[in-house]
DNA sequence: TAACTATGTCGTATGTTTGCGTTATACTAC
DNA sequence: GTAGTATAACGCAAACATACGACATAGTTA
């Protein structure tokens, strides 16, 4: 980690970086939005309504469970991904948290 | 750009996945904290508050200005970095929309 | 003019992300 | 057992991000 000084800000601007961090490319939000929609969140379902390899949707699926936004749970056969709604709950709040103190606290500034 | 695909997606998730990466970094979050809470927003300040050289400082107010979050005017010597609040109040309200959308259209996954 | 100060730009080193082909794993059906 | 299907893991190449020192630019002051 010698290329990241990211440690040695605080802890709440760490959260907000990774939380964008994982909304930062369009196909994980896009995997987010396919998921809210549709009921049957098979893997193979969603590399198919994406314009990626079913590889690629793979690594974007994992990270979004790294970041516990989602979890899949084996179903025989397939994989089922849903949203996990109590961590995206709190995720949305931290994200807004943050957008809106900046809005508040934003004193017009003497320029 | 033979290692992206990012065009391929529609307007929304790109924009939405566009201002999700200027807050992916740490700096970016503090700088921006820093700006909504000071007044006298001079760009050696900010990299003076920050962990950072001034060169990288220098590097991440540039993507925020890319971004259209902030603006900079320059004032004699020093240069005076405020943040835009029309396009802010655009950007969170973005975001904001994305994740609502997602929370209420979560229909319970079948699982 | 020259010296000083504040800021931005360039080049470089390193680390991380993206994307996919190939291979491995695991379950189903026969 | 074998054949077929669905998904994950491995490994590689290209692109992008992070961080900084050194140089360039532009205003200020003497």
Redesign the interface.
């Known amino acids: 980690m010698a290329y990241t000084?990211?440690t040695?800000?605080?802890l709440e601007?760490?959260e907000?970086?990774?939380l964008?961090?994982?909304?930062?490319?369009?196909?994980?939000?896009?995997i987010?939005?396919h998921?809210?929609?549709v009921?049957?969140?098979i893997s193979g379902d969603i590399s198919n309504a994406?314009?990626?390899s079913r590889t690629t949707v793979s690594q974007h699926l994992q990270e979004l469970k790294n970041a516990g936004l989602i979890q899949g749970?084996i179903?025989g056969l397939t994989v089922?991904y849903?949203?996990n709604?109590e961590k995206?709950?709190a995720?949305?709040q931290s994200?807004?948290n943050?957008?809106?103190?900046?809005?508040s606290?934003?004193?017009s500034?003497?320029?």
Chains 1, 2 share one sequence.
């Open positions: 000084k990211s040695e800000f605080n601007q760490q907000v970086a990774q964008a961090k994982v909304l930062s490319h369009p196909a994980r939000v896009a987010l939005q998921l809210a929609q009921k049957t969140c994406l314009p990626l749970e179903d089922c849903c949203i709604q995206f709950d995720a949305t994200l807004g943050f957008l809106n103190n900046i809005q606290s934003c004193s500034c003497g320029c």
